[in-house]
């Protein structure tokens, strides 16, 4: 059986999304920013394969090939990428600041020992 490069590829943006949806579920200030980093990176290597990868075609009309390349997916991902930048560190900035006011970085907003009292005494002991 050999596997396909659009298999492999659709595998590899399943696993980051699936990793960064499992970090987003996680109730710390830095799981969830780089959950969000993850589904980013997906999104953008989504939005790229979409617009199918070329080897050898100009991205300009007018040089006498027959095969083009399409442009917009690569401008649309370059423009994603500078606005992660930018939404990671304001996410980065308010988590900073919610441990700074809240001395904690749970998202939630409970402290350490009000998670210890939701989930109970550990296994094995009273």
Request: overall charge negative.
């Amino acid at each position: 059986m050999t596997l396909s490069l659009e298999f492999l590829v659709a595998t590899g943006i399943g696993w980051v999304t699936a990793c960064g949806i499992l970090l987003l579920l996680r109730g710390r200030s830095f799981a969830v920013v780089l959950g969000l980093s993850l589904l980013g990176y997906a999104v953008n290597v989504f939005i790229f394969v979409m617009g199918r990868l070329w080897t050898g075609a100009p991205p300009i009309l007018g040089t006498g090939a027959t095969v083009f390349a399409d442009p917009l997916p690569q401008a649309l991902v370059l423009t994603a990428i500078v606005i992660g930048f930018a939404t990671t560190g304001f996410v980065i900035e308010l988590a900073l600041r919610n441990r700074h006011d809240g001395d904690s970085d749970h998202v939630d907003g409970l402290s350490d020992e009000d998670v210890r009292r939701r989930e109970g005494p550990p296994e094995g002991r009273p």
